[in-house]
C-alpha cells in the first residue's frame, strides 16, 4: 500500500520559516516526479512546487517562486518543502504529490498517481 505521509506543519508567523515533509513508502518514488499543491478555504487547490526525479529540475508557482524552495531526498523517498518569508495567504493544507512525469515535473494534479492527506500551515498577521 502506498502511502504519503505530510510532517511539519504549524502556525507561523508573517515573515517567519516552516519546513514540511513527505515521506513516501510502499513503492520508491525515485524514479518519478515529486510535488506540493495547497488548497486554503473556499478556493481551488493549487500547484506549489514540483522536483523532477533526479532533483536537477525543480518549478514554483509565481506566488511562492523566491521563497520556497523544494528538495528531495531519495534514499530517504522523502521530498521537503522549505518556506520562508511566509505571508497569510499561504495559509492552506499542504497535499504531497508523487507518482509524477517520469521525467519532467508536472503542474497539474491529474499528472501525479498518490496524494497524501495534507498538512495545515496557517501563516497569522
Known sequence: ???LEESGGGVVQAG???KISCAASGRTFSSFAMGWFRQAPGKEREFV???SWS???TYYSDS????FTISRDTA???V???MSSLKPEDTAVYYCVGGGPPI???VRGDEYEYWGQGTQVTVSS
Not at 511562492?64 to 521563497?67: A, D, E, I, L, N
Open 1 to 3: 500500500q502506498v502511502q
Open 16 to 18: 517567519g520559516s516552516l
Open 49 to 51: 512546487a514540483a522536483i
Open 55 to 57: 532533483g536537477s529540475m
Open 64 to 67: 511562492v517562486k523566491g521563497r
Open 76 to 78: 530517504k523517498n522523502t
Open 80 to 82: 521537503y518543502l522549505q
Open 104 to 106: 519532467q515535473v508536472g
